[in-house]
């Protein structure tokens, strides 16, 4: 009543005990009344006719109406506004019998406060809205139980049927009430019943079952829920129960349950197969997932049946799966390779495929699926293509390179002979000789280059220390290049000799470094750096071009524009350039790889848009190294501690895992930062520190790591990248990670980073 004023019709003939419940009324300020007296009973009704009032405030003696009488003809006309009852001393009999009739309250006159008439008031009007809802209540649960299959009835405490509504299995009212289960049902299902019933009579609590009842060799099922039925004292009197017939329900789960046995029966066996074995239904549903598609897709088999297998391993429909669908349903069969998604939303390669399965009457009823993983096959494939394709080239340039050397060699005497066989030329025809020598010499330097890169340019190798032409070239470059590029070098004193031609590598090196000029035309940082690096079977697997053993690494990273991801994969072949006419022949780099292959080495390069290149020249170490390095002691096991791996490349995973779990760690796999920080808030007690990869779909590493530091400021973390740019060290270290370790690592590397986190 809140917020409007309270409408009352006050039915009084006597003007005196008008005046005086108007008085009442002006002194409680907390509610405001308007007040519409009338002298009559049928004034009243009038005014009812016309208007709706909240309250009805009636004296049973009227001049034109008396008694009990005044109350009922009132009570009908106002239909659901609350009366209260005016009565005199020696009227309170009549007044109690117009409330067992319907009236709300009565007040005796004389002893009327303000406060007093107001609560009785509002009383009644509160308690006219619950009775109206409670009935509006009570018919929608006599509608909604009229139209559903409840059986619900009421048992006192000798269960016997007290109150019975929708009884089923064609017994009526009549037949129930009054009766207990042993009178109605076999004594099995009526003794089964009962215990149920006196077990909630017992303890007050509530509880729900399936039950079965057998009448004439017929089993029904039903679902059965069983409450306390209380007093106004809240003693347990007896029990309320609601009963549904489940019976063809059970069936259909029986059979849908019988179905999948023989499934799974059939399949067990191929549990043991690393294949993902997978079976749905003309609808799309899974209905067997065996532990290779556990292993595969991160799914559980109860995570994965009954669910849609497009919306489970697909990011969005495609036209190859519809049209695998389409060929699987009219031939029975189809085979191919998909891109599927994993539980932590990685994309993998598959070899699919598909059969149909038939019923015993020979109708379609479900399709198998057979994947296999072929992620790291292709991606070794990739890199195989790679090597191939520029051995392709290398071996077309050097025929080529040996027809223009046969045609140059006579181009380039001739220009050196003219000028001595005609020494008085004037000086025109000297300028064109000049001109012609240069020209041709140019020819055979660029001749040299694509020999160069074609089969490796012999040389005089002997056992250098790379350390000396560092130092040497970052000199030069300091002195060359432009003041806007800021020129480091960091070279290890022990740093291992290799064996090699110092003019090439010296080459080698000019070439990266102006490359890397050239990606800064606004200024930036070159940074050439060194470190020792042992190879073992684990990066081998990683890097299709390395082989196990010794290694010294040179690092040239610039923070210039980068390279596109589309064209990384071709700046090794020799005239491919993104420069401009005239600005670069595209053999810079074709030449680096036939030199540092012709050394027993290999490149590889790191590259994002935007956050510069990083290079990295691999070439195998010889005996003479100045001092020892820690890399080569033997490594220290772990004692069992938990370490997340986080990294979005299969291959890296499973290596690292082995790594790892061989030397006496255990590991948690993350494939993005999303899930590594799900893992990591599960285990967050148990792990001791986290391998984390910088370049990481759906949330970067960078993110993922202020977001573990939230979770635990003490977390222990190993940054991973293969760009090991100083804009990223920079954006490592300055949320609080000092431990980097560069991609592709050895296992000595992996367990020194460790150890020095987990010290």
């Not at 009922?72 to 019998?97: F, S, W």
């Not at 308690?127 to 109206?132: F, I, K, T, V």
């Not at 007290?162 to 064609?170: A, F, I, L, Q, R």
């Not at 064109?432 to 240069?438: A, T």
Request: aromatic residues 6%.
């Amino acid at each position: 009543m809140a917020g409007r004023n309270i409408k009352v019709l006050l039915v009084e003939d006597n003007p005196g005990d008008v005046f005086l419940l108007e008085e009442f009324l002006k002194e409680v300020t907390t509610v405001v009344v308007d007040l519409m007296p009338v002298e009559r009973l049928s004034e009243a009704l009038n005014y009812l006719a016309k208007e709706l009032f909240d309250v009805i405030l009636l004296d049973l003696s009227l001049p034109d109406s008396q008694g009990l009488e005044t109350f009922v003809i009132a009570h009908h006309e106002a239909k659901a506004t609350p009366i209260i009852v005016l009565t005199g001393i020696d009227d309170e009999t009549l007044a109690i019998r117009a409330m067992q009739e319907g009236a709300q309250d009565y007040l005796v006159k004389g002893q009327v406060t303000g406060d007093l008439l107001v609560r009785s008031m509002r009383y009644a009007i509160e308690r006219q809205r619950a009775d109206n809802a409670l009935r509006q209540s009570e018919e929608r649960f006599r509608v909604a139980l009229k139209n559903s299959p409840i059986f619900v009835y009421n048992q006192d405490c000798e269960l016997r049927y007290t109150w019975v509504y929708n009884p089923s299995d064609g017994l009526t009212v009549e037949e129930i009430l009054g009766k207990q289960d042993l009178d109605i049902i076999p004594v099995e299902d009526a003794q089964r019943l009962t215990t149920i019933k006196r077990g909630v009579l017992t303890t007050g609590i509530g509880t729900r079952e399936e039950i079965s009842i057998t009448i004439k060799d017929t089993t029904r099922y039903y679902d059965l829920t069983v409450e306390p039925l209380r007093n106004e004292s809240q003693e347990v009197v007896g029990v309320t129960c609601a009963s549904i017939d489940i019976s063809e329900r059970q069936a259909a789960l029986r059979e849908r349950k019988l179905a999948e046995e023989k499934i799974r029966e059939q399949a067990a066996l191929l549990d043991v197969t690393t294949d993902a074995i997978c079976v749905r239904d003309l609808n799309n549903q899974i209905i067997l997932w065996n532990k290779g598609a556990e292993t595969l897709f991160g799914w559980l088999a109860t995570e994965a049946w009954g669910k849609n297998a497009s919306e489970l391993l697909y990011d969005e429909p495609s036209p190859e799966i519809e049209a695998a669908l389409l060929q699987v349903l009219s031939k029975g069969m189809w085979q191919g390779e998909l891109t599927k998604l994993t539980k932590s939303d990685k994309e993998i390669l598959v070899a699919s495929r598909w059969s149909l399965v038939y019923d015993e009457q020979g109708k379609p009823k479900s399709i198998l699926t057979v994947d296999t993983d072929i992620t790291e096959k292709k991606h070794l494939e990739a890199q195989l293509f790679r090597a191939q394709r520029l051995e392709s080239i290398g071996t077309l340039a050097s025929g080529i390179a040996h027809d223009l050397n046969n045609i140059l060699t006579p181009i380039l005497a001739g220009a050196q002979l003219l000028p001595l066989k005609f020494p008085d030329a004037d000086e025109r025809t000297r300028h064109l000789l000049e001109i012609l020598e240069i020209n041709a010499r140019r020819g055979a330097d660029l001749v040299k280059q694509v020999l160069s890169f074609a089969r490796g340019v012999e040389g005089k190798r002997i056992t250098l220390q790379l350390r000396h032409i560092i130092v040497e070239l970052g000199k030069i470059l300091k002195e060359t290049f432009p003041k806007s590029i800021e020129i480091s070098t960091d070279v290890p004193q022990d740093l291992w000799m290799v064996s090699g031609d110092s003019t090439q590598l010296h080459q080698v090196l000019m070439n990266l470094c102006v490359n890397a000029r050239d990606a800064m035309p606004n200024g930036g940082s070159l940074t050439i750096s060194a470190e020792n690096l042992l190879i073992d079977e684990n990066y081998a697997r990683m890097n299709l071009e390395a082989k196990e053993g010794t290694y010294t690494v040179i690092t040239v990273s610039d923070t210039g524009t980068g390279i596109p991801k589309e064209i990384l994969d071709r700046i090794f072949e020799p005239f491919f350039t993104t420069k401009d006419v005239g600005q670069g022949t595209g053999l810079g780099l074709s030449t680096v790889v036939g030199i540092i292959k012709s050394h027993g080495g290999f490149v590889n390069v790191y590259s994002e848009p935007g956050s510069g290149t990083s290079f990295k020249v691999y070439l195998p170490a010889v005996e003479g190294m100045e001092t020892l390095t820690p890399e080569e002691l033997p490594p220290q096991t772990g004692h069992g501690e938990l370490i997340l791996v986080v990294d979005d490349e299969v291959a890296i995973q499973e290596i690292t895992r082995t790594s790892l779990e061989t030397h006496n760690y255990k590991t948690l796999i993350a494939s993005d930062g999303i899930e590594a920080i799900a893992l990591y808030a599960k285990n967050r007690d148990k792990i001791s520190a986290v391998l984390m990869d910088i370049m990481l779909p759906s949330l970067d590493g960078l993110t993922a790591i202020r977001t573990l530091q939230k979770i635990n400021p003490q977390v222990r973390i190993i940054a991973s990248s293969g760009l090991m740019s100083d804009n990223k060290l920079s954006a490592v270290a300055a949320i609080g990670v000092n431990t980097f370790l560069s991609k592709p690592y050895t296992v000595n590397e992996l367990l020194l980073s460790l150890q020095k986190v987990l010290s």
